[in-house]
């Protein structure tokens, strides 16, 4: 079985400073990890995804995120917010060796002000 | 026009009604998804295709669901006799084969009164 979980369904940066999305999660298998940007009215976006090579995954729009093995994590991190970045945000694990269906967490609301 | 279009985008049914949401893959991809996004949540899967194959219906809620690709191409949704519950917005993806990108449509967003 695979989960998800976002802590913190609403994040508020403002614009130059760190982003930092949370996710960590549970896999009986080695996992893939994946995270998606949505904008409103639109469908999912990949940002960037781990399938078991590099740990530091880079993605577009100049985000990046770490797997972490030891913790279950796979936190989204940007160092200079834009205005453009404020969005929702999901990460979601699909179990190597199955059916690819990923299953996402709930999402994070990411808000960038002035 | 590259990406996975879907139609209508907006929906507004009485309960009751039946309704079909339409789905155009990528050309070309293998693996075709639909997903159910309520307010304020992920997505969550429903059924999952290879070419006109239905591999996966495990996420389907009820017995009201129902979805098809003939042709391995255009997918449809059809939900019978719909209920409130059933509002959301109705994702869906396409990929070239199981396990690569999904590439994502703008959904539809069903409305039950």
């Known amino acids: 079985a695979q989960s998800v979980t976002q802590l913190g369904s609403h994040v508020s940066v403002s614009e130059g400073a760190l982003v930092l999305l949370r996710c960590n999660y549970s896999s009986s298998v080695p996992p893939y990890l994946f995270w998606y940007v949505q904008y409103p009215n639109q469908g999912l976006q990949l940002l960037l995804k781990y399938t078991s090579a590099a740990t530091l995954v880079k993605g577009i729009n100049g985000f990046e995120a770490e797997f972490k093995k030891s913790e279950t994590s796979f936190h989204l991190t940007k160092p200079s917010a834009h205005m453009s970045d404020a969005a929702e945000y999901f990460c979601?694990?699909?179990?190597?060796?199955?059916?690819?269906?990923?299953?996402f967490g709930r999402g994070t609301s990411l808000i960038v002000h002035p | 026009g590259a990406g996975v279009s879907q139609s209508p985008r907006y929906k507004v049914a009485k309960r009751g009604q039946d309704v079909a949401l339409r789905c155009d893959p990528i050309?070309?991809?293998?693996?075709l998804f639909w997903y159910q996004q309520a307010l304020g949540q992920g997505p969550e899967f429903l059924t999952y295709f290879q070419n006109e194959a239905q591999l996966d219906k495990s996420g389907l809620p009820s017995d009201r669901f129902f979805a098809e690709r003939p042709e391995g191409s255009v997918s449809t949704l059809k939900i019978q006799r719909t209920q409130q519950e059933d509002s959301a917005v109705y994702l869906c993806?396409?990929?070239?084969?199981?396990?690569?990108?999904?590439?994502f449509g703008p959904g539809t967003r069903l409305t039950v009164l």
């Open positions: 993806a396409s990929s070239f084969s199981a396990g690569d990108e999904q590439f």
């Open positions: 050309s070309g991809h293998v693996s």
């Open positions: 979601a694990v699909s179990e190597t060796g199955g059916s690819y269906i990923p299953t």
